[in-house]
């Protein structure tokens, strides 16, 4: 069994239980993304997302040397986020 406890600031926003080791790389498979799946999804330039980063509008779960990790749902509602503003 595998825990994984989401914590945002001091406070625990979620806690995910997994049965085995392919259930937890199954949910990393579809709920995370690396940077270039994050700039398909938002259709915006490496810088434009690094300058996201930097504003603290979207934060990275891990950064590695050469790419970052995200979780997907962030990046979907930031893609909303931005289309929304683009109605108004």
Do not use: H, W
């Not at 330039?45 to 790419?67: A, C, M, T, Y």
Request: one cysteine or more; a positive charge; hydrophobic letters at 35%.
């Amino acid at each position: 069994m595998v825990r994984f406890k989401y914590l945002e600031g001091d406070t625990m926003a979620e806690e995910i239980t997994f049965k085995s080791r392919d259930e937890l790389t199954a949910y990393i498979v579809n709920e995370v993304v690396n940077t270039t799946e994050a700039l398909e999804i938002l259709g915006c330039s490496r810088q434009n997302l690094n300058d996201l980063v930097k504003r603290g509008v979207l934060k990275p779960i891990k950064e590695l040397p050469r790419d970052r990790l995200f979780y997907k749902a962030d990046v979907l509602k930031r893609k909303e986020q931005a289309e929304q503003r683009k109605k108004q």
